[in-house]
């Protein structure tokens, strides 16, 4: 059966420092990978998705992510983290035609 | 504007009494499902449909029913509510199952007293 791990419930990084939240998946084939944005008081916007191709993934908001087949990861970073990207984070994966897999999620505070 | 529209946004009820969650997309979408928001465990399915008339059980099914009459609509049914259905509820839609991105409500927060 897939899923998705998030080791890390809560993190809090300093306004204009770089972040990366990490992200592991199970699954025996090729994944298709997802991460979503929920803000507070609201649902989840797709920041980006991984289907194929080239392992570095470019997103909305200035994220991306890289696909790692070899440690079943797919990583989420930033640069350097606005107070606006205060939200909690999900990594989600899927076999295609398959449901969708949530991880228990990534709580991300942002300091000034 | 693309959009999944939950009502209501809030719910306090008390055990036992019937209460239904509505959802409706407006794109069209084949795809629809419901999830449950609960802390520490993520986003879980509850259920999900394929198109009109079809549906199946996700992985938190017991104590929900669901129906797909037509394709933009998909409510949430709680036919006897308990305190553990208290939760965050939310709708998604998407063209596809797996391949494109789902579109979620806003969520529907119940609580069951």
């Known amino acids: 059966a897939q899923s998705v791990t998030q080791p890390d419930i809560h993190i809090t990084v300093s306004e204009g420092a770089s972040l990366e939240l990490r992200c592991n998946y199970s699954y025996g084939a090729t994944p298709y990978l997802f991460w979503y944005v929920q803000s507070p008081g609201q649902g989840l916007q797709l920041l980006l998705k991984?289907?194929?191709?080239?392992?570095l993934v470019q997103g909305i908001k200035g994220f991306e992510a890289e696909f790692k087949r070899s440690q079943s990861s797919f990583n989420l970073r930033k640069p350097s983290v606005h107070w606006s990207d205060a939200a909690e984070y999900f990594c989600a994966v899927s076999g295609g035609y398959q449901k969708v897999t949530f991880g228990t999620g990534t709580k991300l505070q942002v300091i000034p | 504007e693309a959009q999944v529209t939950q009502n209501p946004r809030y719910l306090i009820t008390v055990t036992g009494k019937k209460l239904t969650v509505t959802c409706s997309q407006n794109m069209n979408h084949e795809y629809m499902s419901w999830y449950r928001q609960d802390p520490g465990l993520g986003l879980r399915q509850i259920y999900y449909?394929?198109?009109?008339?079809?549906?199946d059980k996700g992985d938190v099914p017991e104590g929900y029913k669901v129906s797909r009459k037509e394709k933009r609509n998909f409510p949430l049914i709680l036919e006897s509510p308990s305190p553990n259905q208290t939760s965050l509820y939310f709708c998604a839609s998407s063209s596809t199952m797996g391949y494109e991105k789902l579109f979620f409500g806003s969520g529907t927060q119940l609580s069951v007293l």
């Open positions: 449909s394929m198109n009109v008339e079809v549906t």
């Open positions: 991984y289907f194929s191709g080239d392992t």
